[in-house]
């Protein structure tokens, strides 16, 4: 279900048994946008329906925070406008190109294009990989995209950050709400680090072994103070303050 966190924003919670991501829904007078595409059309049909049982209009902009699966291979079920900065969406005409067996993921898994930990979720939330459509976003942007949804505004910022280079947030002034996406995380891609799904539960074991790139991370914290919020919204964990996520990140 979407809830509701403040007077023009809502949130989806995260699911972790397939690593779905936290969703934002922000509503306008006029124009509503969300904030990640979702992960599959699994994920967009629930989506969905959970939008119609809160009584809110499907959103008319879809914008994404960076590439990785699990935030915009459900881009393809919006018939909307949808979003991504210029780097992510460069990755996703890359990744629109590839075949989505488990052959072809195990390939690119050896040649460390992929990792373990995807595949494993990706199994989980398609069943069968072969039905993943990945497709580009069709408004990209470079810096900074400021959007007047009526009463309400936002401002999508390429922000880069440790977690992903094309990492965008998504900025609410008004109501000094911040979504991070995955922005502040670990390098999942570039470190090489261990998962086996039978032993799921050192999952954060080992992300703790990966280390932080400190420049990008002292870069990317300068960037997040310069932002007047009070509220940071995580990608795949519950809302925190923002002297808790500068604590976190020190």
Known sequence: MFERISQHVYIKAPNGYSDRPTIGYIKGD????????????YHTDEMKKDLERASLPYPSLVALSHW?????????????????????????????????????IKERIQKREEIVFCFEMMKREYGDTRNIKVVPAS????????????????????????HSRDSVVLYVPEERILFLGDSHGKDLYTYPWHFDINEEDKFMEEIEKIPYDLI??????????????????????????REELFSLLS
Do not use: Q
Request: charged share 30%.
């Open 30 to 41: 006029n124009l509503s946008l969300l904030f990640e595409a979702g992960a599959s059309k």
């Open 68 to 104: 990785h699966w699990d935030h915009s291979f459900g881009l393809s079920e919006w018939d909307v406008p949808t979003i991504a900065g210029k780097e992510t969406n460069k990755m996703l005409k890359k990744l629109s190109g590839l075949r989505w067996d488990e052959e072809s």
């Open 139 to 162: 408004i990209e942007f470079e810096k900074e995209l400021y959007i007047d949804l009526g009463g309400i505004n936002v401002r999508l910022i390429h922000i880069s950050g440790p």
């Open 216 to 241: 990008e991370k002292e870069r990317y914290m300068e960037e997040l103070k310069s932002l007047d919020f009070s509220i940071a919204i995580p990608g795949h964990s519950e809302s925190i303050g």
